[in-house]
């Protein structure tokens, strides 16, 4: 390695409650740091800060922690491995980690401060958590049966401005070959008594007139990212006791503001979540094995707010999660046998304004290849709970450049959320694609804000596309100036579908609304008002409509309608379907309605 400050894995320390320290102060590189290794672990890193205690202790916290200072860099700073070792190849690492089956907590935190780089930081390695240009990890794991365990993870870097190139390159192993990398992993494995795991994983806010790039060619997880930051917490009682135990896990996944002038992207051939640009990930299981018990998942993913003038891509050509230019994935699961299981996650993306390209691209031949291939995704779920809460959630978006996703597998703007999705306003000058163009979708409540539309948005299953399986929809006010168009005789350029209500607000269109208006359901559907002085047209079949509203049994209606230009389709012009209240309220045709 070429800067090491290294903790004895076996320090001789009595005390029950011992803090052990790794630190690196601030550095300023004129010239060349570097680590070569062509096997070992641990080896071949740039700067590293290491810390891993391993202490026969019955009772107390063992606090660890890894520090490097701040760092500005004006020439190269390099890790290299041509093993294939763990945790090796690292441009700059932090690393904190501890494995014990003794009654005891920890408190672990990797840290690396602020970075200016104007030059290169790089990883090359093939080994699993190697070839990372920045990278902080913290892991703990606690198991006692005879004490409450309180068991905590926290890895973070701080700002980060870069002029030059930060990358990680891996040909295998798990999260490797990512530009920037913070993780944490916390379990608490407490047999009869509570438990509590903490993950927090944490990137400031990033200036980028460079390169960030992650690249591998590996099969396992978690590889070739831009920027990836991970948190991961996990609690299990014991299934033999017959005492009552309570379970508490939570994790926390954040990254401040980004305004990127260069390039952010992740690239992978294979390996689920891999080759994203970038990527925030968190994931909290609680198990309360024991009957009597509770259990308590908190799950928390947040992106900051994105300005974007250069580009933002991922691609990847196989596995879930992948291949997604802007990513927010949160997972909470928490399970008692008889007693209470509370789970709550939420994904959160900010603002986001873009001049230049955000794109995701996945190989759609892969049927793997599920939650992939997005420009700008915001995904979130619970699992096998009495009580939850679950949110996606994308900021208000406005766009002057290219947001793409790939066109069968990827949408250019998607949130999903098992409880409750939600996309605020869009304004478009410039072009949207994907497999739809903007798409909220959920099982309780899916929700899209107003859309001002002066350029493309094409697609080729729909446009503006918003869907509840079991809860209700609502778009808000719709202005097209431009073109939302289709590819496929199945596609809708404006689609909302409910079991429960549906409604569309104020439809404006002075454009082309090229492959029609659908709203369905089983409950009410509303739509405001449509005032079309443009084109709506939907002629890809025979028996496709240009304005369809369905209701299996409750009123289908349209408040007021004003037509001074085209509506056309296959089969009807507009075709309303529900009960003997459905209808049009208020019509002024001056147009052409053809059918």
């Given at each position: 390695n070429g800067i090491v400050s290294n903790i004895p894995t076996d320090p001789s320390i009595s005390t029950d409650s011992p803090e052990l320290n790794s630190l690196i102060g601030n550095?300023?590189?004129?010239?060349?740091?570097?680590?070569?290794?062509?096997?070992?672990?641990?080896?071949?890193?740039?700067?590293?800060?290491?810390?891993?205690?391993?202490?026969?202790?019955?009772?107390?916290?063992?606090?660890?922690?890894?520090?490097?200072?701040?760092?500005?860099?004006?020439?190269?700073?390099?890790?290299?491995?041509?093993?294939?070792?763990?945790?090796?190849?690292?441009?700059?690492?932090?690393?904190?980690?501890?494995?014990?089956?003794?009654?005891?907590?920890?408190?672990?935190?990797?840290?690396?401060?602020?970075?200016?780089?104007?030059?290169?930081?790089?990883?090359?390695?093939?080994?699993?958590?190697?070839?990372?240009?920045?990278?902080?990890?913290?892991?703990?794991?606690?198991?006692?049966?005879?004490?409450?365990?309180?068991?905590?993870?926290?890895?973070?870097?701080?700002?980060?401005?870069?002029?030059?190139?930060?990358?990680?390159?891996?040909?295998?192993?798990?999260?490797?070959?990512?530009?920037?990398?913070a993780s944490s992993n916390t379990s608490a494995h407490s047999g009869s008594f509570n438990g509590e795991a903490l993950s927090i994983s944490t990137?400031?806010?990033?200036?980028?007139?460079?390169?960030?790039?992650?690249?591998?060619?590996?099969?396992?997880?978690?590889?070739?990212?831009?920027?990836?930051?991970s948190s991961e917490s996990y609690f299990q009682s014991d299934t033999s006791s017959s005492n009552g135990s309570r379970g508490k896990t939570i994790s926390i996944s954040k990254i401040g503001n980004i305004i990127n002038n260069g390039k952010i992207s992740g690239n992978s051939t294979s390996g689920s979540d891999s080759g994203n640009a970038i990527y925030s990930y968190s994931l909290s299981i609680s198990n309360a094995l024991t009957p009597g018990t509770s259990s308590t998942a908190t799950s928390n993913s947040i992106i900051g707010n994105i300005t974007n003038y250069g580009t933002i891509s991922g691609s990847s050509t196989s596995g879930s999660n992948s291949g997604n230019g802007i990513y927010a994935y949160s997972n909470a699961d928490a399970y008692s046998d008889t007693s209470t299981a509370i789970a709550t996650s939420s994904s959160i993306i900010g603002n986001i304004t873009n001049y230049g390209t955000i794109s995701g691209s996945s190989n759609s031949s892969n049927q793997s290849n599920y939650n992939s291939g997005n420009a700008i995704f915001a995904y979130s779920e619970v699992k096998d709970d009495t009580t939850t809460t679950s949110s996606s959630i994308i900021g208000n978006i406005t766009n002057y450049g290219i947001i793409s996703g790939s066109s069968d597998s990827g949408n250019a703007i998607y949130a999903y959320s098992t409880k409750e999705a939600t996309i605020g306003d869009v304004v478009n000058y410039g072009t949207i694609k994907g497999k739809d163009g903007i798409s909220s979708y959920s099982e309780n409540r899916a929700t899209i804000g107003d859309i001002a539309n002066y350029g493309i948005i094409s697609n080729t299953r729909g446009g503006?596309?918003?869907?509840?399986?079991?809860?209700?929809?609502?778009?808000?006010?719709?202005?097209?100036?431009?073109?939302?168009?289709?590819?496929?005789?199945?596609?809708?350029?404006?689609?909302?579908?409910?079991?429960?209500?549906?409604?569309?607000?104020?439809?404006?269109?002075?454009?082309?609304?090229?492959?029609?208006?659908?709203?369905?359901?089983?409950?009410?559907?509303?739509?405001?008002?449509?005032?079309?002085?443009?084109?709506?047209?939907?002629?890809?079949?025979?028996?496709?409509?240009?304005?369809?509203?369905?209701?299996?049994?409750?009123?289908?209606?349209?408040?007021?309608?004003?037509n001074t230009g085209v509506i056309m389709g296959g089969d009807n012009g507009i075709y309303i379907d529900g009960d003997s209240n459905s209808g049009i309220n208020d019509y002024n045709n001056y147009g052409l309605v053809i059918g």
């Open positions: 550095i300023i590189n004129n010239g060349t740091i570097a680590g070569s290794s062509s096997s070992g672990k641990n080896s071949g890193n740039g700067i590293f800060a290491y810390s891993k205690p391993n202490i026969n202790s019955s009772t107390g916290i063992i606090t660890s922690n890894s520090t490097i200072g701040n760092i500005t860099n004006y020439g190269n700073i390099n890790g290299t491995t041509t093993g294939s070792d763990n945790y090796s190849g690292n441009g700059i690492f932090a690393f904190s980690d501890t494995y014990y089956d003794k009654p005891i907590s920890n408190s672990l935190s990797s840290t690396i401060g602020n970075i200016i780089n104007y030059e290169t930081i790089n990883g090359t390695g093939n080994g699993h958590y190697s070839g990372n240009g920045l990278y902080a990890y913290s892991s703990s794991y606690a198991e006692g049966d005879s004490i409450n365990i309180n068991n905590s993870s926290n890895s973070a870097i701080g700002n980060i401005t870069n002029y030059g190139k930060i990358s990680g390159n891996s040909t295998s192993g798990a999260h490797s070959g990512n530009g920037i990398y990137i400031g806010n990033i200036l980028n007139y460079g390169d960030i790039n992650g690249t591998t060619t590996s099969t396992v997880n978690g590889s070739g990212n831009g920027i990836y930051y503006i596309h918003a869907e509840s399986s079991g809860g209700n929809v609502a778009i808000g006010d719709i202005t097209n100036n431009g073109t939302i168009s289709g590819s496929t005789s199945n596609s809708n350029s404006i689609f909302a579908y409910s079991d429960y209500t549906n409604t569309i607000g104020k439809i404006i269109n002075r454009g082309n609304i090229a492959d029609g208006i659908f709203s369905g359901g089983l409950d009410a559907m509303t739509i405001e008002s449509i005032l079309n002085s443009g084109i709506i047209t939907n002629a890809n079949s025979a028996n496709s409509d240009g304005i369809y509203i369905y209701s299996n049994s409750n009123p289908s209606t349209i408040k007021l309608f004003s």
